[in-house]
DNA sequence: ACGTAGGTATACCGACCGTTCTACCTACCG
DNA sequence: CGGTAGGTAGAACGGTCGGTATACCTACGT
């Protein structure tokens, strides 16, 4: 079963946008089978069940930060500094532009609870996120590399949701100057 | 229709409980009427459709947190900078360790899109909180008191969504350093 | 004594949920 | 030529969803 069917990617499209626009359980595999122009026992041949499909959908997405993240990383390896800057202002970039209902791993959680395979993707993919953070912290001689990085973490948390809740275009650039603080060690327990 | 009735209240209790611990999605009518010990006609009378039960149901929650939030505001009239420190502190309290799974009205946001009830109890309650932090601002002569307000708001929906995802229990002293910060007028862009 | 408010029990509705079945088609490859 | 991978079409499964209908009970206030 070739990973690159032209009807495989179709699903895959259509559950992304879907999920994400409207919410994994709002959606049926009826309306996704539908809008995606598959039938029924293609999706369920690509995908044995929702929670397959819910669990490709989460890893594309955590895969596209890995990579955009990576690449940032790799292309500052010499100014960890640098790299640290800009994995902030990503958020106020285009790609982000268009994530108006927040984080697909934050918005999952909230609609599974404890074992479930959304928030084990979320998990790890916050866990990995938060990883790179302290390593580049370290790097720059951060006083408390791993605090920080969880703080890092706590405030672009923040900034995402509110964004996508209160709608106020103002909270990038009071985002930005608590993150570059937090760089700058300025924020200690 | 006494709003006070036994049975109602056992609906609505049951309801927030299930609504918070599991999504509110996830839980249908059949089991908040099992779980109550109340017919399904009895919910029916009380709550004309469920979101009238949703709608209920976040109306309560935001009732307490107005409640705690004027009774701290009021019981420091003479101190509005105490009030302001304090109310960061009701995140490390007991009340909010029962909170595991997050803030309601984030996860309800996630789980509805635009105009639904649950969408719209959520901006107006943050609004509220951002309104009555921008006062107490403006009250000890911080020269951005909005901008603060929506700071505030910011760190302290990150540090309640980081906390329910990731589990660091450090994260609360981080949250303290980072919200006495922009009190103090440090973080600005 | 009687109506009403609030409750019970049970059965049912159409719609949609995730999932599976059978049957046939077609393009490509060894 | 034949097999296999990937697709189509359409019907059906049992279960749950939000919501309704009918009928009966009981406590209480006037």
Same mark, same amino acid.
């Given at each position: 079963?070739?990973?690159?069917?032209?009807?495989?990617?179709?699903?895959?499209?259509?559950?992304?946008?879907?999920?994400?626009?409207?919410?994994?359980?709002?959606?049926?595999?009826?309306?996704?089978?539908?809008?995606?122009?598959?039938?029924?026992?293609?999706?369920?041949?690509?995908?044995?069940?929702?929670?397959?499909?819910?669990?490709?959908?989460?890893? #594309?997405? +955590?895969?596209?930060?890995?990579?955009?993240? #990576?690449?940032?990383?790799?292309?500052?390896?010499?100014?960890?500094?640098?790299?640290?800057?800009?994995? +902030?202002?990503?958020?106020?970039?285009?790609?982000?532009?268009?994530?108006?209902?927040?984080?697909?791993?934050? #918005?999952?959680?909230?609609?599974?609870?404890?074992?479930?395979?959304?928030?084990?993707?979320?998990?790890?993919?916050?866990?990995?996120?938060?990883?790179?953070?302290?390593?580049?912290?370290?790097?720059?001689?951060?006083?408390?590399?791993?605090?920080?990085?969880?703080?890092? *973490? *706590?405030?672009?948390?923040?900034?995402?949701?509110?964004?996508?809740?209160?709608?106020?275009?103002?909270?990038?650039?009071?985002?930005?100057?608590?993150? #570059?603080?937090?760089?700058?060690?300025?924020?200690?327990?």
């Amino acid at each position: 079963m070739s990973p690159r069917s032209a009807a495989r990617q179709r699903i895959l499209d259509t559950a992304d946008r879907l999920f994400y626009d409207e919410g994994i359980r709002a959606v049926g595999i009826h309306r996704i089978v539908e809008e995606a122009g598959v039938t029924r026992v293609t999706l369920y041949r690509h995908f044995p069940s929702k929670d397959d499909l819910i669990s490709t959908y989460l890893e #594309n997405r +955590a895969q596209y930060d890995r990579d955009q993240v #990576n690449g940032l990383v790799a292309r500052h390896a010499d100014n960890p500094r640098q790299a640290l800057v800009e994995l +902030a202002t990503v958020l106020t970039d285009d790609d982000f532009a268009a994530m108006q209902r927040g984080c697909p791993f934050i #918005n999952s959680s909230a609609e599974f609870t404890g074992a479930h395979v959304a928030r084990e993707h979320s998990r790890t993919h916050r866990a990995w996120v938060t990883s790179v953070l302290e390593e580049l912290l370290t790097r720059i001689g951060h006083p408390a590399p791993r605090s920080a990085a969880h703080q890092l *973490m *706590m405030v672009r948390t923040g900034a995402v949701v509110s964004r996508a809740l209160d709608r106020n275009p103002e909270l990038s650039a009071d985002f930005l100057a608590g993150w #570059n603080l937090i760089i700058d060690g300025s924020v200690s327990a």
